[in-house]
């Protein structure tokens, strides 16, 4: 039997009105609707600071429409979310300061270089000059993308883009970073060599929100939320999921069985 969404997060009644303390990401009867299609409906969840927290789902089980209520992009039809200690619709840009955020399709300007990029970025969180020569070095350094600056970022290779893109994502260091499928489309060497840059922001402290289809990727995580039709349906680490399937079982089992009960379920 799989490992439900335990009682840490809470059922509708008697929810919390106030964030847990040290919580970088905390949520309670999250719902979002468009008309009579319930993409969220209704979810409670606590990722703690400093962790690497996974977010598996099928294909339009709720994962995009989460995040973008978290990062204050979409507003929530019912409950609450606190990023950083800050209610999200009370206070979104106090948030969006303290964030970054990586989308699948790499927020991007292909007509500009790879400099120009960073400075645009750099410009919307106000970075002061000295401050932005520092990020920028460190960005182009992390990247491998030192004497590539004047490129036009439509010529560089999807695993570069990748990398570029974590870099705009975290120029103004970000305390917390959403990244939603950030592997998606790029080769096994791209994947790895990324994970290796995210857990060198881990080990600076930044709390990582990650979604990813990739199996493989969801192990290096410190805990696991799997989601399917809006609703949570299992919360823990990898070994207490892959435990709770049985001697043997992968993380891949544990998906696949999880999607299959919840269909079966009313």
Known sequence: MARRHPA???GRHGRAESPVPDAAVCVRGLVKTFGDFTAVGGIDVDVPRGQVFGFLGPNGSGK???IRMLTG???PTAGHAWVLGEEVTAHPERVRSR???MSQKFSLFEDLTVAENLRFYASIHGLEREVFEQRRAWILRMAGLEGREDELTRNLSVGWRQRLALGTATIHSPELLFLDE???GVDPVARR???DLLYELAEQGITLFVTTHYMDEATHCNRLAFINAGTLIALGTPTELRDSFGPGAT??????GLEEQSRREP
């Open 8 to 10: 840490e997060s809470r």
């Open 64 to 66: 995009t429409t989460t």
């Open 73 to 75: 992009s979409v507003a």
């Open 99 to 101: 964030i970054g955020y």
């Open 182 to 184: 950030p592997t998606s």
């Open 193 to 195: 060599r990324f994970w």
């Open 251 to 256: 993380l891949e089992d544990v998906f696949v």
